[in-house]
């Protein structure tokens, strides 16, 4: 059916029907409008209390981190560590527990009859301790400060000595908004309240009501403290009243609303064109069973059996590509473990045919049999370098190739000690690369110094940012990147560079053309490997010829940060800044 007709059909169906949807709309919005008004109260009170539960897991295992400290078994001399340790966090008050039950020390801001009462005290019953002595982190019940309105939480932590349990480190903190309620006071507003409870006792918040109210709870995990969110509905009421006004002048508006109908029919061909966009996106996303069904005339039907049609057939090519590769991957692995064996036997019997023959002619044909095996073994062995290397997931991260380099230079002097390698490296040079970037260096300088025949073998290694002017001695253009353009600016370089006999050219033209080919083909996997690190790593492969002989490859990667020591700060707590808590009793 054409557009035109239909506009027609539709404006008669839509007139006579649009007066009662008007009033059933409107009742569906009421309904929408409080539910939506309690998932947003649930979602706030959710949100709360997992925020409450990350800061008491944060304290528990802070108080786990400082026991786990060798200053903390150090029973005799512990005073500086227990003070350091309040000077740096909220808890107010902390002390040791040796392994019997006694309380070794004792600190914080309590009073010095307090600290005398409990010094020496015997504390094996208290679920702190008890709890740490079995080796778990102890979280315990929301307790009155004596004397005053305030709530406290205890701590309590193992101390390890040897994989046994010789103490326990307890710390109490108080329940206020600067240490565990610190996420409530942005929630609570002229319109909205927040009450923490535990066992019926209020923690936060409690004294605000609202004449009508949208109210919802969550439990905090850690402890099982309710949080209540009670949001006022009065807006919300009078907003559905003016609606419920307004009711019988939309009714009446029911003639400009037919007016706008054209309006609505290029709407609608406006949604086909977001869900035909949509199933264009998932196709890209390689969802080949994606299928639309697109209504609204001929012409929408028209395309959306092309769309689906084309989605069939890329489902077919994708699904024989998938088969190919399979294929390809269980030949492969078959023919290198095959190959493995087979060549082994080959090389034993090689081997024994030329320690066991007087014949030269024999000798030498063996000798040339092992040759030629172990290179073929070098070739399966390199074939599996690659695998690993370029094994699916893999992504790019920060290395510091100056060590990666200075590692592989340090083999390749002890395996060819006639080669004169020269390297110019920096202290520290940080890329982003796959983590074999090691694997394509390596591949490279041992072409380098395998394949020299000079009569004095040099290799030349060096690394270097390039800046604005760039002197590299590699000319040549990249031999494929994720880059395009001849640029290097900023960029971290690697360069290799021989007096040897050069690369062939069809090696080069095999790695320009991404493919081996029956008259162009790389004479090893060496390079490939390199290329193919250096590709994923998001970099570019550049090779030259050197003067007066020689090749010199070139590695261009983008530079990264040197990756920061987050775990620094938690090493030490008196990195971790904070403030005193009010008087109380110790825990």
């Known amino acids: 059916m054409r557009l035109r007709t239909k506009f027609a059909v539709v404006f008669v169906a839509v007139t006579l029907v649009l007066s009662g949807s008007v009033l059933v709309a409107l009742e ?109 982190s102890y979280v315990g019940e929301a307790e009155r400060v004596n004397g005053t309105d305030a709530h406290a939480l205890v701590f309590g932590a193992p101390i390890f000595d040897g994989g046994e349990v010789e103490g326990v480190l307890a710390a109490a903190i108080y329940l206020d908004e600067r240490t565990v309620f610190d996420a409530l006071p942005p929630l609570e507003t002229s319109r909205q309240s927040v009450r923490v409870t535990a066992n019926g006792t209020a923690l936060h918040g ?17 402890t099982g403290w309710a949080v209540t969110v009670a949001r006022d509905r009065s807006a919300l009421d009078a907003r ?78 994708e699904a024989a590509l998938r088969e190919r590769t399979q294929r390809l991957e269980v030949m492969y692995r078959v023919l290198r473990h095959n190959l493995r064996n087979q060549l082994s036997v080959v090389l034993t019997y090689a081997d024994v045919i030329a320690e066991t023959t007087d014949e030269e002619q024999v000798h030498t044909a063996a000798r040339s049999v092992l040759d030629a095996g172990r290179r073929l073994g070098e070739l399966s062995e390199r074939a599996r370098q690659i695998e690993t290397a370029l094994e699916t997931g893999r992504e790019p991260r920060p ?15 002890g395996a060819y000690p006639d080669v004169d390698v020269e390297a110019s490296l920096p202290d520290e040079a940080w890329v982003r690369a796959l983590p074999s970037l090691r694997l394509a260096v390596e591949s490279v300088c041992e072409n380098a110094c395998e394949h020299n025949d000079a009569e004095d073998p040099r290799v030349e290694v060096s690394v270097e940012t390039v800046g604005s002017a760039e002197t590299g001695t590699a000319d040549g253009a990249p031999i494929g990147s994720a880059e395009s353009g001849s640029g290097a600016d900023g960029r971290v370089r690697i360069v290799v560079a021989d ?89």
């Open 206 to 222: 409690g004294d605000r009501t609202f004449p009508a109210a949208v109210e919802r709870s969550a439990t905090v995990d850690s």
């Open 28 to 136: 569906s919005y009421k309904r929408d409008a409080v539910g939506e008004s309690r998932a947003n109260v649930d979602e706030t009170a959710t949100l709360a209390a997992d925020q409450i539960d990350a800061a008491i897991r944060d304290r528990r295992d802070y108080v786990g981190l400082v026991a786990s400290r060798p200053r903390a078994r150090r029973f005799d001399r512990n005073g500086p560590f227990l003070e350091s340790f309040l000077a740096n966090s909220r808890f107010y008050a902390v002390q040791v527990v040796a392994a019997n039950g006694t309380v070794l020390d004792f600190r914080g801001d309590v009073t010095a009859a307090q600290r005398r009462a409990v010094l020496g005290s015997n504390r094996s019953d208290a679920p702190y301790v008890r709890a740490a002595l079995a080796g778990r």
């Open 399 to 413: 290395v510091e190739v100056g060590g990666v380099v200075r590692g592989v230079l340090e083999d390749l002097r």
């Open 499 to 587: 007096n040897g006999p050069g690369l062939p050219e069809g090696d080069r033209a095999a790695l320009r053309e991404g493919r081996e080919t029956a008259l162009e083909h790389a004479s090893g996997l060496g390079l490939w490997l390199t290329y193919w690190i250096v590709d994923g790593s998001g970099g570019e492969l550049r090779l030259a010829d050197a003067e007066p002989r020689g090749t010199v490859v070139e590695i261009l990667l983008s530079p990264a940060e040197r990756p920061h020591d987050d775990g620094a700060a938690a090493e030490d707590p008196g990195t971790v800044t904070g403030v005193d808590g009010g008087p109380g009793t110790g825990p």
């Open 240 to 317: 559905l009243r003016r609606l419920a006004l307004f009711q019988a002048g939309e009714i009446g508006l029911l003639v400009l609303v037919m007016a706008g109908f054209g309006y609505w029919q290029y709407a609608a061909s406006l949604r086909q064109t977001e869900r035909l966009l949509d199933a264009f996106e998932d196709l890209g996303a390689g969802d080949y069973d994606r299928s639309v069904s697109l209504r609204g005339g001929t012409e929408w039907e028209r395309i959306g059996e092309g769309f689906n049609d084309l989605t069939a057939t890329l489902a077919a090519r």
